[in-house]
């Protein structure tokens, strides 16, 4: 049997169309502008075409017809960790993928974002975005079909919410839905390991080194028996309610780009602190009076990027490419997490099965978790 197609627009590192890949898809084309996330992409898959461009110039030139268009484009003007600007242009790339569309009619365009898409408005129609894309897909010629997923139902250890459009070119088969989520997945069977220094050798991007100190936050240096368990920790957004010890039987919030996370073991202490804001350095809110997080341990240290990326449940031979970390943390932070890709990709593929079937839905995912 011939396996679905699909075209990638805004391929980033590579997580969407991985885990299209696992479920039987072939890689016709992907189309990326940053450098870094195309030579990594290039690396770990050295038989896709991935071209170094902007979507907004790219005109597809296929040999054959993509069963399906994939299209996670920049969230960075929705997001609430971005500038969320309804004039931000990044907001207008959906366009881009219609434009595509149109040239080369796949039969399902898949479409991921960020939660704000239903609650930003378009400044040209006054409309939410989510609306806006809705209607101009529909405006193509497609059936769609949009959702909210907290990706911790569907094999990814976060909490983090992303949108998902599935557009039909000739609409849904009979009974369609989009993926169920199943129980929650937590951080435990992704990073313990790597935490206790049980494995991890030689893996790509993995470079734990203890040692961190901060402005707020401190490495003691006092002794700790041997059988002291690393825990994961928050550095960054310390005036955050949430306490910055984490458990490993909890998924984690959302991986993004500026959020650090790490390592405590030994002595581990979390208590909030009231700040100086008239003598310390890096003072943003000189009139605010929240206290502070700090966190001290025998020792500390960042996640590695292959921690990060195991969040994002990357293979572990998946390599990313960079010059510097942020390089590197801006393409794991960005993708869209593998095993979330993956559940979306058997939904799209049980579609399209059911379609040239002439059957109706049948959801082999949702039956599958019934049994559990």
């Given at each position: 049997m011939t396996p679905y197609t699909v075209l990638s627009l805004f391929t980033g590192a590579g997580g969407l169309d991985l885990g299209f890949e696992r479920e039987g898809f072939r890689h016709l084309e992907g189309v990326e502008l940053n450098a870094w996330a195309?030579?990594?992409?290039?690396?770990n898959r050295p038989g896709w075409n991935v071209r170094e461009?902007?979507?907004r110039e790219y005109v597809p030139d296929l040999t054959e017809r993509p069963d399906v268009l994939l299209a996670g484009f920049p969230c960075?003007?929705?997001?609430?960790?971005?500038?969320?600007?309804?004039?931000?242009?990044?907001?207008?790339?959906y366009r881009e993928v219609i434009r595509v569309a149109r040239r080369v009619r796949p039969r399902i365009i898949v479409i991921e974002n960020v939660l704000n898409l239903r609650t930003m408005t378009t400044p040209d129609t006054g409309r939410p975005f989510?609306?806006?894309?809705?209607?101009?897909?529909?405006?193509a010629g497609y059936s769609v079909v949009f959702d909210v997923f907290r990706v911790s139902g569907f094999g990814v250890p976060q909490t983090r919410r992303r949108f998902i459009f599935l557009a039909f070119l000739g609409g849904a088969p009979t009974g369609f839905h989009l993926p169920q989520p199943g129980?929650?997945?937590?951080?435990?069977?992704?990073?313990?390991?790597?935490?206790?220094?049980?494995?991890?050798?030689?893996?790509p991007n993995h470079d734990p080194l203890w040692g961190f100190q901060s402005a707020v936050h401190r490495e003691t240096g006092e002794p700790f028996g041997a059988d002291a368990e690393v825990v994961p920790v928050r550095f960054s957004r310390t005036a955050s309610d949430g306490h910055?010890?984490?458990?490993?039987?909890?998924?984690?919030?959302?991986?993004?780009?500026?959020?650090?996370?790490?390592?405590?073991?030994?002595?581990?202490?979390?208590?909030r602190h009231a700040k100086d804001r008239r003598t310390e350095k890096f003072i943003r809110n000189p009139g605010a009076d929240v206290a502070l997080w700090r966190v001290s341990a025998s020792r500390l240290r960042t996640f590695t990027h292959r921690e990060y990326a195991r969040l994002q449940?990357?293979?572990?031979?998946?390599a990313f490419l960079g010059q510097n970390r942020r390089d590197v943390q801006m393409q794991i932070g960005n993708a869209v997490p593998v095993e979330f890709a993956r559940r979306v990709a058997r939904n799209v593929r049980q579609a399209l099965g059911d379609l040239d079937a002439g059957r109706a839905f049948v959801d082999a995912e949702a039956a599958m978790v019934s049994l559990f």
């Open positions: 195309v030579r990594t992409v290039r690396h461009a902007d979507v960075q003007g929705f997001s609430l960790g971005g500038n969320r600007a309804e004039h931000d242009e990044r907001n207008t790339l989510a609306l806006q894309i809705a209607a101009e897909l529909e405006d129980k929650a997945a937590t951080i435990r069977p992704f990073v313990y390991d790597l935490a206790q220094g049980q494995s991890g050798e030689n893996l910055p010890v984490r458990s490993f039987d909890e998924p984690f919030p959302a991986v993004d780009t500026a959020t650090v996370w790490g390592w405590a073991q030994g002595n581990v202490r979390a208590a449940t990357f293979p572990d031979d998946w």
